[in-house]
């Protein structure tokens, strides 16, 4: 073992595990935590080394997970299983600090949207956690993130990065500088809503990509939701809008030739389907009319953060070049152009979502 598995071995063995750490091994594709695979004689867990710096406040984020986490469970729903270190902490902290999970065996986690009924399932899945969540009192919950959907707060901090424009970058991107000014006023919807009572305070994910869903191998339904870090108080319409923001297009994040890039009514109407159909006990009449809009400013509020990040010196996303940036910015531009134009088309398929 090297000095690295050692570590990381020693963290597990700090936990209730059944049976004798046999390996440990990188698992899975994210970029926020570091998450291993351990595998004893009896059982296999995950096991994350937390990043700190993004999420500082490591007891409220645990607090967060293991509230929604024991909701859920009292509701008969498979979720994820926090198991305890050995002197009942919910995890080990230290210089460095770690979680465990049970593994949840016989699953698949997909990175793109392959098909509509994969889409749909996602749908539903994220649909559910709302929906079992409807009752649990969101104000509970920690900001692990403070403002991470307050879109004016984008707004805002775009604007200080403009008025820097610190790496003298804002004179090749002054179409993309134009769109965000001249949408300045379609931001403040869902913020002034839950300020006046109009859109209801809920549980949300925050990061509702369909690789943080756990599909059964067999059959692609949804087994579990998971990466529970961005679990904060919110607006469903949050979470509706970036799954159709990451999964109705056509092209990837980064693709640099916006003539491949589109926004897709057919895989929104197959989220949709999925979403509205686990919604239907909870959502509300106001709630129901904005979920287009909700997918309008998710995708431009991330091609904001592109942008503000991009004139920031690429400090926040990470980047493989300099405009990787300013390239990401300009699909997700593209993006909410095109659902913005579909809005009346949108909430037909929204409402049929939720007759049906």
């Not at 645990?62 to 929604?68: F, L």
């Not at 409807?134 to 692990?144: I, K, P, V, Y």
């Not at 209801?200 to 998971?226: F, G, Q, S, W, Y």
């Amino acid at each position: 073992m090297t000095e690295t598995t050692i570590a990381y071995k020693n963290a597990a063995e700090r936990f209730c595990l059944e049976g004798t750490v046999q390996d440990i091994r990188p698992y899975g594709e994210g970029h926020i935590n570091v998450t291993l695979l351990v595998t004893t004689d009896k059982k296999r867990y995950i096991l994350q080394k937390m990043n700190t710096r993004v999420f500082p406040d490591s007891d409220g984020l645990m607090r967060n997970i293991c509230g929604v986490t024991e909701h859920l469970r009292s509701r008969g729903i498979e979720t994820l299983e926090v198991i305890p270190a050995k002197d009942g902490a919910s995890y080990v902290k230290g210089a460095e600090c770690f979680r465990m999970y049970a593994f949840i065996e016989n699953t698949v986690t997909y990175q793109q949207v392959t098909d509509k009924n994969v889409f749909r399932n996602s749908g539903k899945a994220f649909g559910e956690f709302q929906n079992y969540l409807a009752e649990f009192n969101a104000e509970q919950l920690n900001e692990t993130i403070p403002r991470f959907h307050d879109t004016p707060k984008r707004f805002a901090d775009f604007l200080l990065a403009l008025e820097k424009d610190e790496f003298a970058r804002a004179a090749r991107c002054r179409e993309e500088i134009g769109y965000v000014l001249a949408q300045k006023d379609t931001y403040s919807k869902i913020t002034d809503g839950i300020k006046d009572g109009s859109i209801p305070l809920r549980v949300t994910h925050n990061d509702t990509k369909l690789n943080n869903i756990l599909m059964d191998e067999k059959t692609n339904e949804a087994r579990a939701v998971i990466d529970l870090d961005t679990v904060m108080p919110g607006s469903m319409l949050y979470d509706f809008g970036d799954s159709i923001r990451f999964g109705a297009t056509t092209a990837a994040e980064d693709e640099p030739d916006l003539s491949k890039v589109h926004f897709s009514p057919e895989l929104f109407e197959a989220y949709a389907q999925g979403f509205c159909g686990a919604v239907k006990g909870s959502i509300t009449p106001r709630e129901a009319e904005l979920l287009p809009y909700g997918a309008y400013l998710m995708t431009v509020e991330c091609g904001m953060r592109f942008l503000t990040d991009y004139l920031s010196g690429n400090v926040y996303f990470a980047t493989k070049y300099e405009e990787h940036n300013l390239i990401r910015c300009r699909t997700q531009f593209a993006l909410a152009k095109e659902i913005e134009a579909n809005f009346p088309a949108l909430q037909k398929l929204v409402m049929q979502a939720l007759q049906r």
